[in-house]
């Protein structure tokens, strides 16, 4: 098929045609398209001309008949199965995003933001992965039924997964995910060592391996501990603010909480206080992620694991690059790296 | 161009084909090409076996090729041309774009945002939206030399545009703008009414229509103030508290002042309260914005003019369906609706 026969009719609106760019560079229709097309087999001094023309013409090749001749898009989706809300209220996405956003740049690739509201919009989302628009897939916040990774899986889509993934539909899924386990006990082992006896914690969603891990690193320390000290919540600044008031109801004798986010530690030490609480002297608190504009910033700073969140955003571009670039053959899988898990540190501040 | 001749070859990946459907459904390759593409001229009992049979397959037609045929993708681009952290970090994005996913989510059409986080992106970002991916465009936060609406228009590719264009690149562009110089002098009117008699104003980019109309609103009602009483900011938190402290520096005996967002306004609280001034006794204060989580919760609560984001995001989605409903003739000109200026009103808070 050559470009030009692609070359839509639109109504109304001056478009430049590869006719009038091989006129210009004084070459053959077939050349341009093979220059547009990557310029393979093309001398170098006639490619020039070719450029040349394109760019004083302003002209742009028809992007559905390239991608069916190239199987390129220089474009990577970014999906995030979150509620806008969350999305937008979250720093964690914004700093995710942010090194995705500066790997997937040095590479000249498009990064492509979609969100999914809620089960209804997986077909959609589904459809437009599948449809030709990115090379590639990044995937975040992987509820247990998530069906966009078997979707993915299915097209042909290569991916890389924000978070450990419950079950690997593909021995070759790559992810990329923090020692969440570690840094909760990292957490939990601080307060025992500060002589608290009565620790509770804050999870996050338990379909969530991240949330689940983090609650599995807690019973590490605690294996013998309260259930009553459990208190299941979502990530977010209302949800922990809820689930705080739930444990000081049912044990108001608790003297620490491990809370899996900042910003469910920021709502309970809001809660505390409410309730006339001092912390750390009655109550003390530890975070998870060490947000950049949450953590150093409560009312007393947060002690709290940090993750390297934008990093792990610039990984797992780096993963996504990598595997694209080396598309496809059996040798591709075995130089293409494996998956990561990031460490965690405790960032000791006056909340505990 | 059949469908299946553009079927890719992906290696090591199991896809059904177009040969398998049409097998399973015992019709023709080409009774399923036109079914996936439409089915246009096909018997209603025969459209059900193909999909019942695409739906068992789990068949997903090559999109690039079917772009070729149907010159639809169901999507639309959200460009936003600021930085991430600004689009994570002010309500007002979060607003529209809930807006404007919830209709185009009743069309089923998928919301594709794309960010610029400086001028090296746009050329990336126009090869993407000039590529064949979206349908159409919805431009945000147009700063004076912002090239995507020639881009957009080069292509040939329907855009609406958040606030209005400086200068209209084509007569049909359509935007979605509020009442800005209306509801700025709203604002110094109500504070000029309580008797204040040194009104400042925090503006903010006078690149941008909405500052600058914003700021004209302010001159309406004040044509003889006193510029030093004009502060220029970003329209930012950290922007509008050093515009207040400028301000202060300037013209101590300040009374009043216009923060032209809600976030400077906020902010310029927070600077009059470190300066020990009183709001309102010492210093009346109107945001503009009317965000819902920033307005009612500021200390002293918000007097500020109130703009429907959300409604307006839905007025951008809406219009750039139509559009797209009605593409190409000159008819569909006819019968589009034109660009839509929404009402302001004032809501009257405890801080002016």
Partial sequence: MTEESAQPERIGVLRPTLEAVAELAGVSRATVSRVVNGGAGVRASLRERVQRAVEELGYVPNQAARTLVTRRNDAVAVVVAEPESRVFSDPFFAQQLRGIGKELSAADSQLVLLLVEDTGDYQRVGRYLAGGHVDGALLFSLHQDDPLP????????????????????????LYVDTDNRGGARLAVGHLAALGRRRIATITGPLDQTSAADRLDGYRDILPDGDPQLIAESDFTQEGGGRAMAELLARRPDVDAVFAASDLMASAALRVLREHGRRVPEDVAVVGFDDLESVAAWTDPPLTTVRQDIEDMGRLMARLLLRRLAGNGGADAARTTPASVITPTRLVVRASA
């Fill in 150 to 173: 078997a979707m993915a899986h299915r097209v042909g889509l290569p991916t890389v997964i924000g978070g450990r993934p419950w079950a690997a539909t593909d021995r070759d899924q």
